[in-house]
């Protein structure tokens, strides 16, 4: 139950989650490197594993539990952990260059924003399509609106009935846990949090089929049988594309312009 308030499940550390990423991470919201991901949270926490609204009374407590620390925490001892600038130099000395980590940490100097997050849109690659989910989720909160969000969410959604592919040095199993395994987990990592960015679209933008999204889904969910969900979410991938452009075009926001997103929030 810890590890779910950990910088491993939080959106901020895109490229990671509970079963995917090795070694350290990174978190846009307070520009650091993360050593011990799986070890440290802050007040801040945004979990990848369930739409924000959904868990919103555990959030808030546990934004209570670590109110007094302003930046990263230790998730067990609560003890302040100084913040590491991220350095290319750094990690190449120390052996834990990551591409997919170092291309996240140019996040912030990108302008604008929404076109580095469209861009990692597109192919089966887990980590990133993990990342991907994450960056649009983090982007729509910080908007705190659905309008200048509805293009990318509907990027995630072309990819929702997708299964994700993981080589092995992109899991994170552990001593004793057998592969196989970690990787069918990781899979529903990456289908969860690309779910709850649909979810949150619908919490923003008033659509309650999206938000209960889940509820029309059938038993494949209940029982985590890929196979068996797949067809379900081939089907509803297009109906809720459509809902979603429907919304959109009624409230006179489909496209207006060429140039992207309305606004563009603090990355």
Known sequence: MDQLFSCRNCVHNSSQSLNVGRGSGF???HDSMLLQPGNTTCKYLHRKDLPRFVVDEGLSEHAAEFASIPGIAHLYDHKPIGLIRYSEKYVWEHGIFDALTHALAQYSKSEPSWVFI?????????????????????????CETWKSSYRLVLAVLQEVDQEPVFGERDLDVHEGEVATEINSEALWDVFFCRLSSVQEYGFHAGIEELMWATDSLNGGLLEFDWRMLNPSLQEKRVQWTQMIIAHAERENVFFP????????PPI
């Open 118 to 142: 469209q861009a990692m849109s597109g192919g089966v690659d887990g980590r990133r399509a993990l990342s991907h989910a994450s960056l649009v989720r983090r982007y729509m909160h910080r």
């Open 27 to 29: 978190c846009l919201l």
């Open 257 to 264: 312009d060429s140039t992207g997103p309305q606004t563009d």
